[in-house]
Nanobody, 124 residues
């Protein structure tokens, strides 16, 4: 059974930092590209960042480029999202997701497995 478990969310002031982690089990982690998405109340789930299985390629939404960094440790079956210079508009539930093949990294429907999410709240 595949499980993706996010952690590291919380309440932080604007300008602060958080590091999210997503631990994967039940799959061959190094076979999967990983993505982070977020969903704010009343809004659709949106792409934040993604990383290829080898970590050679990374992808970011324009809204987080230069502030967020995605990385992965295949030995630990874990993907990370370092979030710096946080803004109130970054407030959302953050989800990690896994996809098997290359190609589109930005759409929610290409990801096969999803975590339960972790809340990030940025106060002004």
């Amino acid at each position: 059974q595949v499980q993706l478990v996010e952690s590291g969310g919380g309440l932080v002031q604007a300008g602060g930092s958080l590091r999210l982690s997503c631990a994967a089990s039940g799959l061959t982690f190094s076979d999967y590209a990983m993505g982070w998405f977020r969903q704010a109340p009343g809004k659709e789930r949106e792409f934040v960042a993604a990383i290829s299985w080898s970590a050679v390629n990374t992808y970011y939404a324009d809204s987080v480029k230069g502030r967020f960094t995605i990385s992965r440790d295949n030995a630990k079956n874990t993907v990370y999202l370092q979030m710096n210079s946080l803004k109130p508009e970054d407030t959302a539930v953050y989800y990690c997701a896994a996809k098997r093949y290359s190609g589109d990294y930005y759409s929610t429907n290409v990801y096969r497995y999803w975590g339960q999410g972790t809340q990030v709240t940025v106060s002004s």
